[in-house]
C-alpha cells in the first residue's frame, strides 16, 4: 500500500493503515473519534496538537513498513 504523506487526512490514514492509530495514540491525539478528523489532514492535525507532523509521517510509515 501507499506511503503515508502528511497532506493525507486522518481517517483515510486509520482507514487503510489501522495498525498506525498507534502512532496518533502514542503521540497523545485521540482524533478518530474527533470530528475534525473527518476532513483535516495529518500536518493540520498534528500541529494543532503542537507535534511535528514530519516525525509522525515518518513513524507511521516506519510501523506499516514504508
Not at 9 to 25: C, S, Y
Request: proline share 3%.
Amino acid at each position: 500500500m501507499a506511503k503515508v504523506t502528511k497532506e493525507m487526512g486522518i481517517l483515510e490514514i486509520a482507514q487503510n493503515h489501522p495498525e498506525a492509530i498507534e502512532v496518533f495514540q502514542k503521540y497523545g491525539m485521540g482524533c478518530l473519534g474527533c470530528a475534525a478528523a473527518r476532513f483535516e489532514n495529518l500536518e493540520a492535525g498534528a500541529r494543532v496538537h503542537g507535534f511535528d507532523p514530519d516525525a509522525m509521517v515518518a513513524d507511521i510509515n516506519a510501523l506499516i513498513g514504508e
